[in-house]
């Protein structure tokens, strides 16, 4: 059972029942103790059948099956019959061996840049996004992009590998000579199709995407400014003549 979902507890006493207060069933985790809380609307008091329920909290967590208390805990309410009589509380013990939580859903521990040095076109930049454990790409690779500004122009890194491990890694296309900035890039985050993502632990708890610390890609220089200088023609320049060097930029200059 996984963050939000909920462990039903069904207590049937056979004929109807009333059923005053919060009655509640302790259950022991491994991350601690929680309570399954009699549920009204759930529960059918007509024919005797009270159900109690826990729902999974962030970071509830059992691996080797939950135990629940063999009594109901009236705190301060009442379960009686149609006579007032009171019921008997107690109850042979639930196996519950079989019912694992997982409420611990996967968070961002460590966001990479590609390493601080100057890119030019045809290279490719890549990030690596680690999270505190496993992690799926549900819905193949649900068009997951990191956005990016180079300069004024944006550009997405791609998903491209990682789903089953702690580590996605995203891509750029090659970098063109539209892409140039001497002051660093520009990191948004991660999104999806529809501005959905869908990053999962291996039972299926969505992902928080959030980082850690704000990616940092001020080392990354692109396509840094630089001339392409030509001479004039070969030939023997005489007195008067002028011999000329041409730089050129590839983009507007001041």
Known sequence: YILGESVNLTANFGRPVQVTGTPTIALTLDSGPENATYDPIASNVANGTLVFRYRVGV???DIDGIAAATTITLNGGSITDAFGN???TSFAPVNTLGINVDGDVPDIANFTTPAAGVYSSGQTLAFSVKF???VNVANGNDNLTIPLTIGSTALNAAYVR???TDTLVFETPAL????FTSTGISIGQITGTNNTVT???LNGNNGTLSYPTPPDGSGVVINRIGPNVTASADDTYILGESVNLTANFGRPVQ
Do not use: L, M, R, V
């Open 162 to 164: 990682g789903s089953g």
């Open 86 to 88: 009171q019921a008997i």
């Open 199 to 201: 990053i999962q632990d």
């Open 132 to 134: 505190d454990q496993a």
């Open 59 to 61: 970071d509830d967590e």
């Open 176 to 179: 063109n000579n539209s892409h």
